[in-house]
């Protein structure tokens, strides 16, 4: 059974970071396809950041520059490092994670998600 837990979330002011972590259990993160999405109040969820087992990355435009995507493979956690946040980062933030290793729109596993709210 794949789980994934997201940490990390919280309020900041805008021009702050934060960073988010997806511990794993029952997939491995360092051979998986592994992502973050936010959804945001009366929005679709989107992807903002993607890295694939050989370790291609992508990211949102709107997220370029400011977040970082990275691995701890001896912890098998993900990470998500945000910098220079704004206001319209904020939302419910969700790891996931998949199977096919080289898919950079990870959507087989989910985790429950963790809330970032940026004030202005």
């Known amino acids: 059974q794949v789980q994934l837990v997201e940490s990390g979330g919280g309020l900041v002011q805008a021009g702050g970071s934060l960073k988010l972590s997806c511990t794993a259990s029952?997939?491995?993160?360092?051979?998986?396809?592994m992502g973050w999405y936010r959804q945001a109040p009366g929005k679709q969820r989107e992807l903002v950041a993607a890295?694939?087992?050989?370790?291609?990355?992508k990211y949102a435009d709107s997220v370029k520059g400011r977040f970082t995507i990275s691995r701890d493979n001896a912890k098998n956690t993900l990470y998500l490092q945000m910098s220079s946040l704004k206001p319209e980062d904020t939302a419910v933030y969700y790891c996931?994670?998949?199977?096919?290793?080289?898919?950079?729109?990870?959507?087989?596993?989910w985790g429950q998600g963790t809330q970032v709210t940026v004030s202005a």
């Open positions: 996931a994670g998949d199977k096919r290793r080289s898919t950079l729109w990870p959507n087989d596993y």
């Open positions: 029952g997939i491995i993160v360092s051979i998986s396809a």
């Open positions: 890295v694939t087992s050989g370790g291609v990355t």
